[in-house]
T-cell receptor, first 113, second 120 residues
Framework: AQKITQTQPGMFVQEKEAVTLDCTYD???????LFWYKQPSSGEMIFLIYQGSYDQQNATEGRYSLNFQKARKSANLVISASQLGDSAMYFC??????????FGAGTRLAVHP | DTAVSQTPKYLVTQMGNDKSIKCEQNLGHDTMYWYKQDSKKFLKIMFSYNNKELIINETVPNRFSPKSPDKAHLNLHINSLELGDSAVYFCASSQLGAGTSGRVGQETQYFGPGTRLLVL
């Protein structure tokens, strides 16, 4: 069975600083995807970034990058140049059988001016 | 243009009632999902349909019945609502079919805005 662990229930960062949100995963599938979603206080789930298990390069999407260390089974999200609008819950997920997503408990990020 | 839409956005009802939540996607995806987010923000898959065929049915009470009239729509009907059903229900869709082989894909799921259900 797949499992995601997000060990940071809450994080604080100063505006314009970079922040890393931790995520470790466990899966026995040889092929899987790793995803990060953002959930602002308005409640919607916004897709941020994806990393395939066979991708050699770390994924990047604008200010988001995924630090993928396959041997350590970690898929940390790095947000560079934090903005006030980055304050939200962030969820890491791994795709399991039939593409179902297994989510972690989430990390609440607060960006301070 | 809304990619994945859900109605209603809010649903307040009494215990014992039956209610439905509708989901529609205009992304041309062939796989749709229902997730439940509880009061602690934990998200869990409930069901998935691929081309109108049920492919994931997690341990969900059979009071919950999904229905997919076509691959762009996935509705969730809940009978005899209980207090514990109060949650946010998210619909999602993905581009590539998950298929019946169980092969893990690399399909990104796009979520609807959620339906906040409160059972009194």
């Amino acid at each position: 069975a797949q499992k995601i662990t997000q060990t940071q229930p809450g994080m604080f960062v100063q505006e314009k600083e970079a922040v890393t949100l931790d995520c470790t995963y466990d899966t026995s599938d040889p092929s899987y995807g790793l995803f990060w979603y953002k959930q602002p206080s308005s409640g919607e789930m916004i897709f941020l970034i994806y990393q395939g298990s066979y991708d050699q390069q770390n994924a990047t999407e604008g200010r988001y990058s995924l630090n993928f260390q396959k041997a350590r089974k970690s898929a940390n999200l790095v947000i560079s140049a934090s903005q006030l609008g980055d304050s939200a819950m962030y969820f890491c997920a791994v795709s399991g059988g039939y593409n179902k997503l297994i989510f972690g408990a989430g990390t609440r990020l607060a960006v301070h001016p | 243009d809304t990619a994945v839409s859900q109605t209603p956005k809010y649903l307040v009802t009494q215990m014992g009632n039956d209610k439905s939540i509708k989901c529609e996607q205009n992304l041309g995806h062939d796989t749709m999902y229902w997730y439940k987010q509880d009061s602690k923000k934990f998200l869990k898959i409930m069901f998935s349909y691929n081309n109108k065929e049920l492919i994931i049915n997690e341990t969900v009470p059979n009071r919950f019945s999904p229905k997919s009239p076509d691959k762009a729509h996935l509705n969730l009907h809940i009978n005899s609502l209980e207090l514990g059903d109060s949650a946010v229900y998210f619909c999602a869709s993905s581009q590539l079919g998950a298929g019946t082989s169980g092969r893990v894909g690399q399909e990104t799921q796009y979520f609807g805005p959620g339906t906040r259900l409160l059972v009194l």
